[in-house]
């Protein structure tokens, strides 16, 4: 049973490039959250998807930043426009049960690590 | 709103011996659960440890074990018997029904041989 995937691991972009991140949920999961960690800090939550939904994305920046989570295929974070203050390792996590459980435990993502030169 | 505090950005540790890394919380709502994770330098995401505000014992998994004390809002991570490979970054983090993670700014663990 594979984990959360995904990829690029590692991603570099110039400024103004556009950056795609995937993930790909563990096996059963349908509820995909996207984290971003800044060097040295801890993670912060950007949003929340289910299958076609988002759920809560009151952690997105109102500008540049989207995410979705198509029918099929992957959740993507997609960063439009980057700047240097983007570059930061994004964390994806999965769980396999509704958030309203304290006990919902996340299984998270071996992160991609953006870098905007 | 929720806020998660460790004060300690960085511990040395002894190898073999134990280690407590310190983290309180914030939150006005009654259910909650608390966790823990450790991220090594190779940046992944590791989850050692889950106490729920209403488990009257403190949660335990292998070495490590959660000291909560509610009334102090406080639940923190004992690592006993170090080896080399704790040495890493720890993250105290909090969700609320409903909500999602929050997290602390982390605790740099460096085991000392």
């Known amino acids: 049973n594979a984990g959360v995937m995904q990829n690029p691991r590692h991603l570099v972009r110039r400024r103004g490039q556009e950056a795609r991140l995937r993930c790909s949920p563990m096996?059963?999961?349908?509820?995909v959250y996207w984290y971003r960690q800044l060097p040295e800090e801890g993670l912060k939550f950007m949003v929340y998807?289910?299958?076609?939904?988002?759920?809560?994305e009151s952690g997105m920046p109102k500008e540049r930043f989207s995410a979705e989570f198509p029918k099929e295929g992957p959740s993507i974070l997609r960063i439009q426009q980057v700047v240097r203050g983007d570059s930061a390792a994004y964390f994806c996590?999965?769980?396999?049960?509704?958030?309203?459980?304290?006990?919902?435990?996340?299984?998270f993502g071996p992160g991609t690590r953006l870098t905007v030169l | 709103a929720q806020k998660i505090t460790q004060t300690q950005p960085g511990m040395f540790v002894q190898e073999k011996e134990a280690v407590t890394l310190d983290c309180t919380y914030d939150?006005?709502?009654?259910?909650?659960?608390l966790f823990w994770y450790k991220q090594p330098s190779s940046g992944e995401m590791i989850f050692l440890i889950y106490q729920g505000s209403y488990d009257e014992q403190n949660a335990t998994e292998g070495r490590y074990s959660l000291n909560f004390q509610k009334a102090r809002k406080s639940a923190n991570l004992v690592i006993s018997a170090s080896q080399l490979g704790d040495s890493a970054m720890y993250f105290c983090a909090m969700r609320n029904y409903g909500q999602n993670f929050v997290f602390g700014p982390g605790t740099r663990l460096s085991v000392l041989p």
């Open positions: 996590a999965s769980s396999p049960i509704l958030p309203g459980q304290p006990n919902n435990e996340q299984f």
């Open positions: 939150t006005s709502d009654q259910s909650y659960g």
């Open positions: 998807l289910q299958k076609e939904n988002i759920i809560d």
């Open positions: 096996k059963g999961h349908s509820h």
